[in-house]
């Protein structure tokens, strides 16, 4: 049995490269990209709180003066009602201290017309 | 030494009964709830910027609930005025701004869209605008903002 002489040679096309590269895959964006890119957000949102802040400060001057022209219309229902309670309780004085002589219904314990609120008040 | 009670606690508080003393003239309370009030507060006090300032003078003189009676009746019938005058002419926009108002919390920011067609057909029909005194010159007014930061999350 004899096998005839065949030369061994490279594959049909030739043998691929030697891969002797380093083969790292792709690490995302550089550290300078990163930096800017986190400077520039941070940038964007300081921006935006401090515009948010102003705008803060128009809309609660906006809530005070709301309220500011309020006070008069509720100050008036409130001295109304305020100045009912002090008449009924001024007759009720009268009535209770009639026999007692030289009281004087509602006068003040200071010596002071200015007025004051009164510190019992009986709904 | 022990005092009479009653077995039973009031759950309403005690309320003086006497009306106001007949040499007193009456007024009608406005009677108006806190968001119609809110959703009106701005156009109160243009509409009676007079007898408010009034008012408050009289109360700096004298902080004596008897001595500004004459001067409180006629603010509380100017907002009385006006709230029927509102009431005639942009119902269906005050109605919907104070609605609003009512269910945000009462922050005028929350409701942008119906605030400002309330202050249109106020201008319109009534000729009074909104104007928030102490504006920064040159800036647009806060409830004038085309885009502005604080909004509704939930449009």
């Given at each position: 049995?004899?096998?005839?002489?065949?030369?061994?040679?490279?594959?049909?096309?030739?043998?691929?490269?030697?891969?002797?590269?380093?083969?790292l895959p792709f690490r995302g964006p550089g550290a300078l990209a990163i930096l800017g890119g986190i400077t520039a957000i941070c940038t964007y949102g300081f921006y935006r709180l401090g515009k948010g802040n102003l705008e803060?400060?128009?809309?609660?001057?906006?809530?005070?003066?709301?309220?500011?022209?309020?006070?008069?219309?509720?100050?008036?229902?409130?001295?109304?009602?305020?100045?009912?309670?002090?008449?009924?309780?001024?007759?009720?004085?009268?009535?209770?201290?009639?026999?007692?002589?030289?009281?004087?219904?509602?006068?003040?314990?200071?010596?002071?017309?200015?007025?004051?609120?009164?510190?019992?008040?009986?709904? | 030494?022990?005092?009479?009670?009653?077995?039973?606690?009031?759950?309403?508080?005690?309320?003086?009964?006497?009306?106001?003393?007949?040499?007193?003239?009456?007024?009608?309370?406005?009677?108006?709830?806190?968001?119609?009030?809110?959703?009106?507060?701005?156009?109160?006090?243009?509409?009676?910027?007079?007898?408010?300032?009034?008012?408050?003078?009289?109360?700096?003189?004298?902080?004596?609930?008897?001595?500004?009676?004459?001067?409180?009746?006629?603010?509380?019938?100017?907002?009385?005025?006006?709230?029927?005058?509102?009431?005639?002419?942009?119902?269906?926009?005050?109605?919907?701004?104070?609605?609003?108002?009512?269910?945000?919390?009462?922050?005028?920011?929350?409701?942008?869209?119906?605030?400002?067609?309330?202050?249109?057909?106020?201008?319109?029909?009534?000729?009074?605008?909104?104007?928030?005194?102490?504006?920064?010159?040159?800036?647009?007014?806060?409830?004038?903002?085309?885009s502005?930061i604080?909004?509704?999350?939930?449009?």
């Amino acid at each position: 049995m004899s096998i005839p002489y065949r030369q061994d040679m490279p594959p049909p096309g030739g043998f691929e490269a030697v891969k002797y590269k380093r083969n790292l895959p792709f690490r995302g964006p550089g550290a300078l990209a990163i930096l800017g890119g986190i400077t520039a957000i941070c940038t964007y949102g300081f921006y935006r709180l401090g515009k948010g802040n102003l705008e803060k400060r128009e809309l609660h001057r906006e809530k005070v003066w709301s309220r500011i022209h309020l006070v008069p219309l509720l100050m008036a229902e409130g001295d109304r009602d305020a100045y009912r309670r002090q008449q009924a309780a001024l007759a009720r004085e009268k009535e209770i201290m009639k026999d007692v002589k030289g009281w004087v219904p509602g006068s003040s314990v200071y010596n002071n017309p200015k007025y004051h609120t009164p510190e019992i008040v009986i709904l | 030494m022990s005092t009479f009670q009653k077995g039973t606690v009031p759950t309403q508080p005690y309320k003086e009964p006497t009306p106001l003393p007949d040499h007193v003239p009456k007024v009608e309370e406005l009677g108006t709830t806190s968001a119609p009030l809110k959703s009106a507060a701005f156009f109160i006090g243009a509409y009676c910027k007079e007898y408010n300032e009034d008012f408050m003078l009289c109360k700096a003189e004298n902080r004596d609930p008897g001595h500004c009676l004459k001067e409180g009746r006629r603010v509380t019938r100017c907002a009385t005025d006006l709230i029927n005058k509102m009431r005639e002419n942009c119902l269906e926009q005050f109605d919907a701004h104070w609605n609003c108002l009512e269910l945000n919390n009462q922050e005028y920011y929350r409701c942008r869209k119906p605030e400002r067609t309330l202050n249109k057909c106020m201008f319109e029909k009534l000729g009074l605008t909104k104007v928030i005194p102490g504006t920064p010159a040159g800036q647009k007014p806060v409830h004038e903002i085309d885009s502005p930061i604080f909004k509704p999350i939930q449009k």
